[in-house]
């Protein structure tokens, strides 16, 4: 199983751009399927960006490609989430995730779950 961690939250103004960082560990990450989902306070956790194991295919949520970006070095044991544009309906936790299945869908199993990284978008 991947283990995860992310980082890179904080808080921005609207406009502005953040990088998430997922550092994954364990042995079938360069096999792993990766995503990200996020959670706001009150609603589902939804969603943002998966990639597949060799980077090659990508997916995004609904409105959301064109302003965030997912990316994976498989020599670091890295995943990456450029967000730009961002918009004070981005604030949530987001979390990096291993996935079970592949990444033709919007709605991707999940194998694992990082603890979550806290970004704020200020009007």
């Known amino acids: 199983q991947v283990q995860l961690v992310e980082s890179g939250g904080g808080l921005v103004q609207a406009g502005g751009s953040l990088r998430l960082s997922c550092a994954a560990s364990?042995?079938?990450?360069?096999?792993?399927?990766m995503g990200w989902f996020r959670q706001a306070p009150g609603k589902e956790r939804e969603f943002v960006a998966s990639?597949?194991?060799?980077?090659?295919?990508?997916n995004y949520g609904d409105s959301l490609k064109g302003r965030f970006t997912i990316s994976r070095d498989n020599a670091k044991t890295m995943v990456y989430l450029q967000m730009n544009s961002l918009k004070p309906e981005d604030t949530a936790v987001y979390y990096c995730a291993a996935l079970a299945g592949g990444v033709y869908t919007t709605t991707p199993r999940v194998a694992s779950w990082g603890q979550g990284t806290q970004v704020t978008v200020s009007s």
């Open positions: 364990g042995r079938s990450f360069s096999s792993s399927n």
């Open positions: 990639i597949s194991w060799s980077g090659m295919t990508t």
